[in-house]
């Protein structure tokens, strides 16, 4: 198998599947694995429990992929068809296999039990294939060299398939690839939206293949993966540090991370290095602020605590904010944003503290308005942001990263 072109499908199998309450995720798992062994999973497909569907499906993968592998169908039942399909699709026998079907009669006794005559279908194995043993069920799974190409049949229970497949099928695998170093940078950017981020690098990742670049966003949180695969270590840092210090170039400080590292924890490296303090007040988000900050182990090291303020009382008796600027000015604005923060700041003595006010919605007036306010040694300052408005958990996310982004900004001195 050459390693430039090696692909895969993979076909789950069960009408369970194809309906709205299961889904499969066993090729979650495998085209994980796979792409670990430079392998790239071209197409994955649901088969319900249709002899003919399932032995086209089979034909079909089988002459286009160098590897195909069938999760599930290996049980005992009449609509357990995998292995009658792969027969067929492959035109070759089942044939009886005496010692899977003492094995399989030891471990029923071994439980107590009598093995049901149903059983010895699961002892059939298709002619010429490596039988691969179950050590977590009844099922055993089956390894098929045809033409050059491979097919697997894993049993479809999670726990089995990835016991069957980490401890048999990886080693084969790997025997049949040239070895690969695939090497992984993980950046995370804020204070950026999706579409300008790949405006700007776009033109530089673009360029190439290796690495492959993927770009995931959620709220007001990007993250940008690289993936080298060369044949050797040096060769796949020498293209992360290539394409890595161009991506680094053009986003500069709205990269916040370089190793994956959340938000939450790098404010806190930040603070325990500046040995400073902080403490939130929120309104809006209810306590994801604290939450957040509080994720990170050892978070007491900078963390005083925080005000969940939700009404304008609270934000009064706890906070001090003053009464006629809640009635004049209402809860989600500048005044009240600053006047939270300096409160927190100066009851809990921390250094730092952030305040988060706003309208989530939706079914108000003014949704999606956000006051965000930052209190200092320094001062005390404020960001407003508005959103579409309809989505409360998305405008509670945003508006805490952009929190987080804001008391980042200021910790670097940016
Ligand atoms: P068994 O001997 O347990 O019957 P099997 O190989 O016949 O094994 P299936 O009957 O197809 O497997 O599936 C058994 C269970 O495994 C299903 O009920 C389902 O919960 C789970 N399962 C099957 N396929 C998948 C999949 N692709 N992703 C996640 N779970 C799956």
């Known amino acids: 198998v050459s390693s430039a072109a090696a692909n895969a499908e993979i076909i789950a199998v069960g009408s369970e599947l194809l309906t709205p309450g299961k889904i499969d995720t066993n090729s979650l798992y495998l085209t994980g694995e796979l792409n670990n062994l430079g392998v790239e999973v071209v197409r994955k497909m649901v088969v319900g429990d249709d002899r003919a569907r399932l032995v086209q499906s089979i034909r079909d993968a089988a002459a286009q992929s160098q590897f195909v592998i069938l999760s599930g169908g290996l049980g005992p039942t009449e609509d357990d068809?995998?292995?009658?399909?792969?027969?067929?699709?492959?035109?070759?026998p089942l044939l009886f296999n005496q010692d899977i079907c003492d094995w399989l009669e030891a471990r029923f006794r071994s439980f107590g039990r009598k093995m049901a005559e149903v059983n010895k279908r699961q002892a059939y194995v298709v002619e010429g294939a490596e039988i691969l043993h179950n050590d977590r069920g009844t099922a055993p799974g089956q390894w098929l060299a045809e033409n050059g190409h491979i097919l697997m049949l894993l049993p479809g229970p999670p726990r089995e398939l990835k016991s069957m497949f980490g401890t048999l099928c990886l080693d084969r695998l790997r025997a049949l690839l040239p070895p690969l170093a695939i090497r992984t940078r993980f950046y995370r950017v804020a204070g950026i939206g999706e579409s300008d981020l790949d405006q700007i690098i776009a033109p530089i990742y673009t360029k190439y293949a290796n690495p492959v670049t993927t770009i995931l966003s959620t709220s007001g949180d990007i993250q940008i993966h690289l993936r080298a695969r060369c044949s050797t270590e040096v060769e796949a840092e020498a293209l992360l540090a290539d394409l890595g210090g161009q991506v680094e170039a053009a986003l500069g400080d709205r990269i916040y991370s370089n190793n994956g590292d959340p938000m939450e924890k790098v404010i806190g490296g930040l603070l325990r290095d500046q040995k400073a303090s902080l403490s939130v007040a929120e309104s809006l988000t209810g306590g994801m602020l604290g939450m957040r900050i509080t994720s990170v182990a050892r978070a007491s090291d900078y963390f005083r605590g925080g005000f969940l303020t939700y009404t304008d009382e609270m934000k009064i008796t706890q906070l001090g904010v003053p009464r006629e600027v809640l009635e004049?000015?209402?809860?989600?604005?500048?005044?009240?944003?600053?006047?939270?923060?300096?409160?927190?700041?100066?009851?809990?003595?921390?250094?730092?503290?952030?305040?988060?006010?706003?309208?989530?919605?939706?079914?108000?007036?003014?949704?999606?308005?956000?006051?965000i306010g930052l209190a200092t040694p320094d001062g005390v300052e404020a960001r407003e942001l508005r959103f579409p408005a309809g989505d409360r958990d998305r405008v509670r996310l945003f508006a805490t990263n952009t929190a987080l982004n804001l008391l980042r900004r200021k910790l670097c001195a940016l």
Request: charged fraction near 20%; charge should be negative.
């Open 81 to 92: 068809l995998t292995r009658d399909a792969v027969a067929e699709a492959l035109g070759r």
């Open 328 to 371: 004049t000015r209402t809860a989600v604005s500048e005044p009240v944003a600053t006047a939270m923060a300096a409160g927190a700041r100066s009851r809990t003595g921390s250094t730092y503290a952030l305040s988060l006010t706003g309208s989530a919605g939706p079914g108000g007036e003014d949704d999606g308005h956000v006051w």
